[in-house]
């Protein structure tokens, strides 16, 4: 009994890597959407984000039957209620993706980033990447370390949304202002996905730090 | 001991509409400060932010008390659960409110919002504080109904979005890219926080829709 409990427990933490690499996915086609300017791949993303959610609320009901089971040990207990805000996180990077990718189809045949700017949103691209990558390595392996790179990379991408702000407005060309109210937004929607990345290595910084329990069962 | 900890569960609903009450005034001064430019409401919403954190974290530390405290019965397992989501969502709405007074700070004594403009962003401020206003409402009387008026509301801010970003591109005095910028996010911020109101509403309707148990306690 005791044993059945500890698999689906082992279940709900493989199902949140799961839907920590679609996020992932997700987010790396929209921006690759975003920089071709490629419709059908933006499409695809916008259409997979269903997965997502539906993933996510695969985990919450999960995540309730976990707790009404049978009485969690306090390290358990942890570690379904950090699942469920996990789960939240992964989600929101999910709806990022997907805000990134509608973008592409709401301007197409126009291309969302100018030309000049490719090149700053492409980096912001990538750290969020790498952010959401980071963030999945943690969970897998209960790895309180990673919170430090995470929050170093979490900087990086302040450092470009400001950037990219600086480029839109004092930059030549000079854009429309469509197009400065849509990179506003892009960048607000790639800070965010890092923010959630950030708050992934947190709560599993936080699983770490409590013993005597595993970090991930 | 039951009693006990029903005591404890009402309290942690209370507590629930408190916050609430919080992110609704929040926001309210949040838009007063955009309004008449007022840098001292900016800097007391930035700076009251921190309590409605601090409401949202011991919220979460209570939530795991009350499922670690006794093998909860099924309804309140979900009450429980979807109070750590509408706590989360809460603690979102307040983070809107001080985005927003931040914008405010940033560029006094410049006005965020263009003389034009300024209608619509009451509008849409008048429209979020009665999102918010209704949540609370629903949450405290576990009133199922609310949803299907908060979300007309919702039609009504995404309406207002779309208007407030054809008044920047369209409008005449054109505004600069900046200003075109700022706009794009703070549009963007009511319309988070009204998204947070309509799920906070949801959640009082999934309580509301499971006998045997009350919707809140």
Do not use: C
């Amino acid at each position: 009994m005791r044993t059945a409990y500890h698999e689906e427990l082992a279940r709900f933490g493989a199902r949140l890597g799961d839907l920590a690499r679609l996020a992932e996915t997700a987010l790396g086609q929209a921006t690759s959407a975003l920089l071709d300017n490629d419709l059908s791949l933006a499409r695809k993303v916008t259409a997979d984000e269903g997965a997502i959610t539906k993933l996510h609320h695969l985990l919450d009901a999960e995540a309730v039957t976990l707790l009404a089971r049978q009485q969690p040990v306090a390290g358990e207990l942890r570690t379904i209620v950090a699942g469920l805000r996990m789960s939240s996180d992964l989600d929101r990077m999910g709806a990022m993706a997907r805000h990134v990718a509608e973008l592409v189809e709401l301007r197409h045949p126009d291309q969302v980033v100018p030309e000049t700017l490719q090149p700053t949103v492409a980096t912001m691209g990538e750290v969020a990447r790498r952010m959401a990558a980071r963030a999945r390595q943690a969970m897998a392996a209960g790895d309180a370390t990673a919170l430090t790179r995470i929050e170093h990379d979490d900087d990086e991408m302040d450092h470009l949304e400001a950037m990219l702000r600086r480029q839109v407005t004092h930059g030549v060309p000079r854009p429309n202002l469509d197009t400065a109210m849509d990179l506003a937004l892009l960048g607000r929607y790639y800070q965010r996905f890092g923010d959630h990345a950030v708050s992934l290595a947190k709560r599993v910084a936080f699983l770490a730090g409590v013993p005597p329990q595993p970090a991930r069962t």
